[in-house]
T-cell receptor, first 112, second 111 residues
């Protein structure tokens, strides 16, 4: 069974440029999460979806971040415009109901 | 909001020594999960604890959930170099079952 797939693995952009990350969760997992992880820190939740519905986006900086999961399967996370402080690893995870999270490899963003 | 604190932040041990990391939540949890992240990797699920006072073992790893469901611990007996990595606890609580991660404990093992 395929795991959570994320792309791109690495992205380097200049500040003020837009960037988008894509995630394909494990088949059948209704819950999808986007986390941000800074070096030496734990994952911090940005948004959680139950199917197509964003049930927790309280930590998403909505002035520059947006996310969508239109058909309740794959999801995209966008940052526009990116700032230097956005450099981090963006992790996507999926789970069935309230079980264990399966994480993707992550997308490492560097903003110059 | 819900906060999950983990100590210590770092732990360096000689191979064969024991290791323990502690997790404390500011609120009562529905359950707690533990993850391991190898250097350069992504978090990988280890276990979930649900019941008050629950103790679970996986080979050399022992996980405990406190009676008040606000704290937890992970104990590794006789560490090996393969145990190197960062161990995160993640507590689930609140009306929306939010999963909040601690900052993790980085374990290094000297062979």
């Amino acid at each position: 069974e395929a795991g959570v797939v994320q792309s791109p693995r690495y992205k380097i952009i200049e500040k003020k440029q837009p960037v988008a990350f894509w995630c394909n969760p494990i088949s059948g997992h209704n819950t999808l999460y986007w986390y941000l992880q800074n070096l030496g820190q734990g994952p911090e939740l940005l948004i959680r979806y139950e199917n197509e519905e964003a049930v927790d986006d309280s930590q998403l900086p909505k002035d520059r971040f947006s996310a969508e999961r239109l058909k309740g399967v794959d999801s995209t996370l966008k940052i526009q415009p990116a700032e230097l402080g956005d450099s981090a690893v963006y992790l996507c995870a999926s789970s069935s109901e309230v079980g264990e999270l399966f994480f993707g490899e992550g997308s490492r963003l560097t903003v110059l | 909001g819900q906060q999950v604190m983990q100590i210590p932040q770092y732990q360096h041990v000689q191979e064969g020594e024991d290791f323990t990391t502690y997790c404390n939540s500011s609120t009562t949890l529905s359950n707690i999960q533990w993850y391991k992240q190898r250097p350069g990797g992504h978090p990988v699920f280890l276990i979930q604890l649900v019941k008050s006072g629950e103790v679970k073992k996986q080979k050399r790893l022992t996980f405990q959930f406190g009676e008040a469901k606000k704290n937890s611990s992970l104990h590794i007996t006789a560490t090996q170099t393969t145990d190197v990595g960062t161990y995160f606890c993640a507590g689930r609580g609140g009306s929306n079952y939010k999963l909040t991660f601690g900052k993790g404990t980085l374990l290094t093992v000297n062979p």
